[in-house]
């Protein structure tokens, strides 16, 4: 499968724990972005990497969280002393270099639940 | 600031009936328009884009979606439902950029499509 990965598939953890999520994009694909989607509601933007460099953050990043892509290919998405209200669905997506025409392709996703 | 509205929640069709799912948005500059499918427990399949040109585009699975400026509207739409197509579609939006600066897709809250037999 030539697709975008995610792992794990679900993570469940207790309040104040850390954790992190990891994204392995379609190989050729230079351009790596972070959603989180929570019930009833469509993917929200939380960071964008071109090759290694993050370009765009967004204020839904708090502190707490801290996204890396070191070598340009893999990315990790890091949740320090998680809350309850981070459970939600994270979502990796990777696409073609562009001039923001080209589709994202989404993974699987990563459901955490924080107790 | 970019937006996108999915006014109904769910749109109920019978299976071979023409189904239509509404979009509409809102950019400062020329838009990038995208729908997207959502099966349960898994993650976003695209189906067709709208960049530039002609005002109907097609996409997969037999959907098809009509650009139109002056209504700011993208709907979603199949001549023939199947119960296959239930599920959740997005409609997103980014906002064109020559200077690529622009990346991030804004969404919908989405639109639950239920087609019954």
């Known amino acids: 499968d030539t697709g975008v990965s995610q792992d794990p598939r679900h993570k469940i953890t207790k309040r104040g724990q850390n954790v992190t999520f990891r994204c392995d994009p379609i190989?050729?694909?230079?351009?790596l972005y972070w959603y989180r989607q929570t019930l009833g509601q469509g993917p929200e933007f939380l960071t964008y990497?071109?090759?290694?460099?993050?370009?765009?953050k967004s204020r839904l990043l708090s502190d707490r969280f801290s996204a890396e892509r070191p070598k340009g290919s893999f990315s990790t998405l890091e949740i320090q002393r998680t809350e309850q209200g981070d459970s939600a669905m994270y979502l990796c997506a990777s696409s073609f270099p562009s001039g923001g025409a080209n589709e994202q392709f989404f993974g699987p996703g990563t459901r955490l639940t924080v107790l | 600031a970019q937006s996108v509205a999915q006014p109904e929640d769910q749109v109920n069709v019978a299976e071979g009936n023409p189904l239509t799912v509404k979009c509409t948005y809102s950019v400062s500059g020329n838009p990038y328009l995208f729908w997207y499918v959502q099966y349960p427990n898994r993650g976003l399949q695209f189906l067709l884009k709208y960049i530039t040109g002609d005002n109907l585009v097609k996409g997969s699975y037999g959907f098809e979606a009509e650009f139109n400026k002056s209504q700011t509207s993208f709907h979603l739409k199949k001549p023939s439902a199947l119960v296959s197509d239930s599920a959740l579609y997005f409609c997103?939006?980014?906002?064109?950029?020559?200077?690529?600066?622009?990346?991030?897709?804004?969404f919908g809250a989405g639109t639950r499509l239920a087609v019954h037999p």
């Open positions: 997103a939006v980014r906002e064109g950029s020559s200077s690529g600066g622009y990346n991030k897709l804004i």
């Open positions: 990497f071109q090759n290694e460099a993050q370009l765009e």
């Open positions: 190989s050729e694909h230079n351009r």
